[in-house]
């Protein structure tokens, strides 16, 4: 199976992939329990299309190494050799905004999960100093779980749950970062009118736990859709992503698929 989600020619070359091999999320304690275990469908993991614009680049690569004059851990992925790469541009359609959006992420597997259930969210990232110069310190990828918010005081049964990562420090720049807990760090918001039922909107952002607590209204449950890695649409980004976390499981991204390993 051929992984490889560029779109268009302009950048055709950029990155490589391979077949991936499906994840799975990990158990946690309490009423809202997840489904623990490995699920192994390999077609499972790929570009969500309905979520992706323009002619970005979201594959499967080897490294980045670097950059030139970086040296120990923060020089290479922080797992493996490998990296989910990930390209997009701002003003390249001619939609409005006309900006492009990558979504690398799995439909199948985390469907019908509890929100609730979520304990351990993050990732690594690959940030370069002219990534900041294109949209400021901010200009990062996201995690993105879509969801149905099942509130009470509102009918909906479609939001996205999306985290934005606190800005790195110019010493973390050009090189690998450490973890990025989506849990304690950084904002989440959901978009749509469930942002605006729960105040935790793309204006006024929260806490991963104030969300979990606006989401827990008393009524049905909130569940997931699906789970993935985002960027767009706003700004040029240009870099990675190893390492997603879920729960207890690490989602090691390689040129040769995804590996899964335990959460240390």
Sequence with gaps: MITKACFGAKRGAALGATALVAIA????????AATDGDRGNPDHWGVITRNTIGSPVAALRTGPFGSFG???PTARPPYGRGSLGIEVANNSTTLSPPSEAAHFGNEIDFYGDPVLGLRQVGFHVFQTGENVS?????NLPNIKFEINPNLTANPTTYSSMVWNP?????????RWSPYLDATTTGTWFLTGSAGTTTGCNLTT????????SALNDGGAQPVIYTAGVSKGRDNIWIGAVDGLRINRTVYDFEADGVKIRRAP
């Design 166 to 174: 606190a800005p790195l420090t110019a010493s973390q720049l050009n």
């Design 134 to 138: 294109y949209g400021g310190p901010g």
């Design 205 to 212: 952002q929260c806490t991963f736990q104030n969300l979990l």
């Design 25 to 32: 999320a990990s158990a946690v304690p309490g009423s809202a």
């Design 70 to 72: 970086v040296t120990g």
